[in-house]
């Protein structure tokens, strides 16, 4: 199955090269014939121009060669300390993500989701939530986004008006087929597995039965859940499957780590680190604390448009 698929790519890559080329050589044949036909010039200019975009965006894909790149991403979204503006940063990050996606054309679903005290407005805050987002390259685009965002706005929750700076760790892993993760072995006894019911603000949608899981691997003391399906045995399957995913990317953090020792190479840090800051006021900016882009658009980048960060992201690694 494996090697089916990469060959399949391997021939979609020769075929998107190929079409490459022979737009260049009709372009070629085209600037050729403008010397004797003036009015091909605009025809040229469009050519040029629609040419030009596809090679930039053929260009990011270089940047998304890692083993895992062109996967889906489980995306985890955990709420920091400060209580309601905390969780309500959760839910501005979780909705961030899903516009990303719906400007990409990629498919998600909310695999879990804890909810928060619902606040003034209606607004429902998150104490952390999971995504899963499908889509070619979806985990080579969204890796870099995994660290620490930080918000600083006048919390809404304050009577003062208080300028208030919370903070929200986001981790985005790939999806992992079965055969890359086949050398996880997990031991029934090393599980603790309780069922719940589906939590949510209420409606006809929410799930009355106990479908929802929630894994404990007790070695590792990592916890996954789902809620998505209501079917026990799919949940069940979902949860299992990030947490052999998470189980593999420790593994390999760990391996990384032993020989940038034996290198004597300074490890950088990673998880823990404010990455982006998102400033509400006293003005306007988004800052990317890593390439230093910045921006005054912040409800642009709330809703979704990530471009100009996640390129130059990909740039710096």
């Not at 998107?16 to 009015?39: N, T």
């Amino acid at each position: 199955m494996e090697a089916s698929k990469r060959l399949a790519f391997l021939k979609e890559e020769i075929s998107q090269f190929e079409k490459f080329k022979k737009e260049m050589d009709d372009l070629v044949e085209l600037i050729d014939l403008s010397s004797k036909d003036a009015k091909l010039a605009g025809e040229i200019e469009k050519i040029t121009d629609k040419l030009f975009q596809e090679l930039k965006a053929k260009e990011k894909e270089v940047f998304l060669s890692g083993p895992f790149d062109k996967n889906n991403a489980i995306l985890t979204i955990s709420a920091g300390a400060g209580g309601n503006d905390a969780e309500d940063w959760g839910t501005i990050l979780l909705r961030m993500y899903e516009r990303f996606a719906d400007i990409k054309g990629f498919k998600y679903a909310v695999l879990s989701r804890s909810f928060g005290e619902p606040g003034p407005e209606g607004r429902i805050g998150t104490k952390d939530a999971v995504l899963e987002i499908r889509g070619k390259n979806a985990f080579g685009l969204l890796r870099g986004e995994s660290g620490v965002h930080r918000m600083v706005r006048i919390s809404p929750f304050s009577a003062k008006q208080l300028r208030h700076t919370s903070f929200a760790s986001v981790e985005v892993m790939p999806e992992l087929t079965e055969e890359a993760t086949k050398e996880i072995e997990i031991k029934e006894e090393d599980l603790k597995i309780d069922t719940y019911r589906a939590s949510g603000p209420g409606g006809q949608n929410v799930n009355k039965r106990e479908s929802a899981i929630r894994i404990t691997h007790l070695p590792s003391k990592i916890v996954v859940s789902c809620q998505v399906e209501r079917n026990q045995a799919l949940n069940r399957k979902k949860a299992m499957d990030i947490l052999k995913s998470k189980l593999l990317q420790i593994r390999e953090k760990e391996d990384k780590a032993k020989m940038e020792k034996i290198k004597g190479v300074s490890k950088s840090p990673e998880w823990g680190n404010q990455i982006r800051s998102y400033v509400f006021y006293p003005y306007k900016m988004v800052k990317d604390h890593r390439t230093k882009v910045e921006t005054s658009q912040l409800e642009t980048v709330l809703d979704g448009n990530l471009d100009e960060f996640i390129e130059a992201e990909l740039r710096l690694t």
